[in-house]
């Protein structure tokens, strides 16, 4: 099925990949959102995302999820109580009842906020190895203190996934069919590339430090490798062999910190939008037949044969 034009499936494998790395930050939050209808009966998707509004701040980095299917009724003023989880694990993901959660993107049909139903609990720092998480754009080896800053890392060690770049999955091809690049006459198959930044900031030792970041990477691999779906079902790669791991490398190191790249490849699946026009619907088919007429003194009126006008199923 094509996507809504507006949909950012970037943004949304962004947050799947991120997803996938949970057993490194901690354990889930869990709990209840209570959603609101606007009258028309509306299907709310499992891994539907809201993001928590803290002190009337709407924050990007508290990220949760729908888990299940759920529908609210064609009725004004129908509610139904989500179950929902944080995205990826750690304590900070706990929140109280009655805080105000946002659909992201907004779903037609309901009303764009939610509110907790008792607590969003369980989640912990054990078994933590990342601290915190978020999605930028690429760092800037010459600034990447403020990079930081801006993507709302709050703690080291964290990860950063930034995209990188779309191509075709086979490279730029020569014919115009655009060769195994296209699967049908409106689906193509393209390549999403991400880098994942490992940031560390130990300061044990130097060595430490190093240790410390370089298991994470190793980490993430082997969590990422080959996944067509990530833990929740959400998809990662559509066609191919999965995620596809390109390099590893120490990108950056500094006084205070080290930074590490994982680079990789997700083949992803687009279906363009062939045929924009909206059409009358078919409600009578009318049938006509007749013989020509003769020439004089023969009758010259064309005889009907048949005049006919069905109703359409």
Do not use: C
Not at 34 to 51: D, H, I, K, Q, S
Request: glycine share 10%; net charge negative.
């Amino acid at each position: 099925m094509a996507e809504g034009l507006l949909d950012n499936s970037i943004e949304r494998l962004s947050r799947a990949i991120l997803a996938q790395l949970t057993p490194l930050t901690g354990e889930r939050a869990e709990g209840v959102v209570r959603a609101t209808g606007l009258g028309a009966e509306v299907v709310v998707p499992a891994n539907t995302y809201l993001v928590a509004t803290v002190r009337g701040h709407k924050r990007e980095d508290l990220l949760y999820k729908t888990a299940g299917d759920w529908t609210i009724p064609a009725v004004p003023g129908a509610f139904v109580d989500l179950p929902i989880v944080s995205n990826v694990g750690g304590h900070r993901h706990n929140q109280p009842n009655g805080t105000t959660f946002r659909f992201e993107p907004p779903i037609p049909g309901l009303e764009p906020t939610g509110t907790a139903i008792g607590a969003i609990a369980g989640g912990s720092n054990d078994g933590q190895l990342v601290k915190s998480v978020a999605i930028f754009e690429e760092i800037d080896s010459g600034n990447e203190q403020e990079d930081f800053f801006d993507s709302m890392l709050i703690d080291y060690p964290g990860v950063i996934v930034s995209w990188l770049t779309s191509e075709p999955a086979e490279g730029a091809q020569a014919g115009l069919r655009r060769g195994s690049t296209r699967g049908s006459r409106s689906v193509s198959f393209y390549r999403e590339s991400f880098v994942l930044y490992v940031i560390v900031g130990r300061l044990a030792s130097l060595g430490a430090r190093r240790a410390e970041g370089q298991v994470i990477m190793q980490a993430a691999t082997r969590l990422l490798s080959d996944r067509m779906q990530n833990d929740d079902g959400e998809q990662l790669s559509t066609v191919g062999a999965g995620v596809e791991i390109e390099s590893r490398a120490r990108l950056i190191r500094r006084e205070k910190h080290y930074v590490y790249g994982v680079r990789l490849r997700t083949n992803q699946t687009a279906e363009a939008r062939v045929d924009g026009r909206e059409f009358a619907k078919w409600t009578k088919t009318r049938i006509q037949g007749a013989v020509p007429g003769r020439e004089a003194p023969e009758p010259t009126t064309p005889l009907v044969i048949v005049d006919d006008t069905e109703e359409m199923p």
